[in-house]
C-alpha cells in the first residue's frame, strides 16, 4: 500500500494567482505559511519557524481557488509532487515541491486572533516558472 498525502492547516501569504500552463490549462497556485515553534535548553525561550509550502489547484476548483486573500485561514489537503524546470534565465533545472491540492476548507478566523498567530516570516521570493 502506498500513501502520498499532505494536510496544512496555515495562513496564505499573497492572493491566489490564476497562471496559464503550457497546454493552455488554467490553474491556481499560492503559498500556505506553517508555523513551528520549539523551546531553547540554553535560554528557556520559544523558537519559532515557518515553512511556506506552495500549492497549485486545476480544474473548476481553481476557480473557488482564485478568490483566497492573502491572510486567509486555510486547511489544504493535497498530494505532494516534485517537479523540475529550467527558468528562462538559468542554466541548470530546478526542482521544486508543491502539494496538488484535493481540497480546500476556509477556516472561520476570529476577528481578534492573537498577534503570535498572526506573525510568520517573510515569504521568499518565488523564481519565475517559464
Partial sequence: MYLNRATLIGYLGNDA????????????????????????????EYISHTE???????????????????????????????TEYTPKKAKKPVR????????ILKLDRAEKASADE????????EEEAE
Fill in 96 to 103: 521544486t515541491d508543491s502539494v496538488r491540492v484535493t481540497s
Fill in 52 to 82: 511556506w509550502h506552495r500549492c497549485i489547484v486545476f480544474g473548476k476548483f481553481g476557480e473557488f481557488a482564485a478568490t483566497l486573500k492573502k491572510g486567509a485561514h486555510v486547511q489544504v489537503e493535497g498530494e505532494i509532487r516534485h
Fill in 17 to 44: 494567482e490564476v497562471r496559464n500552463g503550457n497546454n493552455n490549462q488554467n490553474f491556481t497556485t499560492f503559498s500556505v505559511a506553517t508555523k513551528t515553534s520549539h523551546k531553547d535548553k540554553e535560554s528557556g
Fill in 118 to 125: 498572526q506573525e510568520f516570516d517573510e515569504m521568499p521570493a
